[in-house]
């Protein structure tokens, strides 16, 4: 395969942005709290350096089997920084919340159901059925990677759980990428790979600036440290939970009458 | 030439895209109502209710102390007049805006109070299943069963909800704090 100068810079862009951004969750400690989010990152490095021997010393095929094996690596570690962000903002106390569980059935149907739908919907214009089904499979996979992100924040606000500072902006980062992604994806689709190669490549390198806008991003926002947490004063602390009994109070009165 | 798969295929991109959208700028905006005003000023998005009407139906079931009533006279408002004195759907709407303050209260204390998660995480819990009583009685008025789930459930959660705001009114007289005026014109 043959790799443009431009190419060659995003490799080595996206290689250093990789690496800086691993340095600063070691450098900062953030991998205890983002194990999963910090594997990924690493396999990005990884995958970086696997692919670049791939292409020098293998041949097309092996090349090609590698980039999609850890192209769908990529995709599962990415479902897996959804759920560690997940369990992060949905249990504040260590399980669960109790009225968040009944939500996350219907969510996950929900998304899966959407995007399998756009999927179906898409139509690329690939020459054969592999081609056919990585273009999908990328596009289904970008879908709920948005819709996961967009639940994940309007059910944080609206259960009145906040997700702390680093897993907002962890989020914030996959939801944007995500959503260039399912445009990129969706005009793939359209031009597919059977009309030439130069579109194909035009698009990835939208993509993958995006991604490293997204990257700069976390290095940026998880070098900061978050807000300081405030001293409760006694006041407001009284009030929380005169609020609270008597919430509670009225909560079981409503409940003996149902 | 574009077919017609292809046309169907873009426009549901789009309304995808921009329902995605318009899901996270709405949320944006709910999370920075929540998280950039301090304790008073959310304590002022407690709208105004009527205060006799919800007393009236309260003080049916209940009394002053928050005990039930076991006399005679008590549970005497038919489901017509209950409807009619809490202001119908209206009247549930603010009972569940105010229920969604409780929440933003809860979420401000999490966000920069983690040394009280464990009381703010109780409050948001009874909260949300306030809410959740009433959306059930949102959706009886969707079926056409409202009237007969109304007394069942509208009831007893009005007189709750006027117990819990006289609490929260001594509780700020108790402590002689500046914001009563405003509270007591809120509940």
């Known amino acids: ?258 | 030439m574009v077919d017609s798969r292809t046309i169907v295929f873009f426009l549901a991109v789009a309304a995808f895209l921009v329902a995605m959208a318009t899901i996270a700028v709405r949320s944006y905006r709910r999370a920075a109502k929540s998280s950039t005003k301090d304790w008073e000023h959310l304590l002022k998005r407690l709208q105004v209710v009527d205060r006799s009407s919800i007393a009236e139906v309260a003080l049916d079931i209940i009394d002053e102390s928050g005990q039930q009533r076991r006399d005679e006279g008590s549970a005497g408002l038919n489901p017509e007049q209950i409807w009619k004195l809490v202001g119908g759907l209206k009247g549930l709407e603010v009972l569940k805006a105010n229920c969604e303050v409780l929440i933003d209260l809860a979420f401000y204390v999490q966000q920069w109070y983690p040394e009280a998660l464990v009381v703010a995480e109780q409050l948001r819990l009874s909260a949300r299943e306030i809410e959740f009583h009433v959306e059930r009685l949102k959706g009886a008025e969707r079926t056409g069963k409202l009237k007969s789930a109304f007394a069942m459930y509208a009831q007893p959660a009005v007189g709750k909800y006027y117990l819990m705001t006289r609490r929260l009114l001594a509780l700020y007289e108790e402590r002689n704090l500046p914001m009563l005026a405003a509270l007591q014109k809120a509940l």
């Not at chain 1, 962000?85 to 996350?104: E, I, K, N, S």
Request: hydrophobic letters at 50%; glycine letters at 6%.
């Open chain 1, 1 to 258: 395969m043959h790799l443009t100068g431009l190419d060659l810079l995003f490799w080595a862009t996206g290689f250093g942005a990789h690496l800086i951004l691993l340095s600063v969750l070691l450098i900062r400690r953030r991998y205890r709290q983002f194990p999963i989010f910090t594997a990924f990152i690493f396999m990005n490095v990884l995958r970086t350096i696997v692919l670049y021997f791939t292409e020098s010393l293998g041949t097309k095929a092996t090349y090609f089997y590698t980039f999609w094996s850890l192209g769908i690596l990529d995709t599962l570690l990415q479902i897996s920084v959804v759920c560690e962000m997940y369990a992060l903002t949905f249990r504040p106390l260590g399980g669960w919340a109790r009225d968040t569980r009944p939500v996350f059935k219907w969510l996950v149907m929900t998304t899966v159901v959407v995007a399998a739908g756009l999927a179906w919907l898409a139509a690329p214009h690939a020459r054969l059925w592999i081609q056919v089904v990585v273009i999908k499979g990328t596009f289904f996979s970008s879908v709920l990677m948005t819709e996961l992100f967009v639940a994940m924040i309007a059910l944080s606000v609206k259960s009145g759980l906040p997700s702390k500072t680093h897993v907002a902006r962890i989020s914030e980062g996959l939801g944007f990428y995500s959503a260039v992604d399912v445009l990129v994806e969706a005009a793939h689709s359209y031009f597919g790979v059977g009309r030439g190669v130069h579109i194909y490549t035009t698009l990835s390198q939208v993509r993958m600036t995006a991604y490293l806008v997204c990257v700069g991003y976390w290095i940026v926002t998880l070098w900061l440290e978050a807000p300081a947490e405030r001293e409760m004063p006694d006041r407001i602390f009284s009030q929380l939970i005169e609020l609270k009994s008597a919430v509670d109070s009225d909560l079981e009165e409503i409940r003996v009458r149902k």
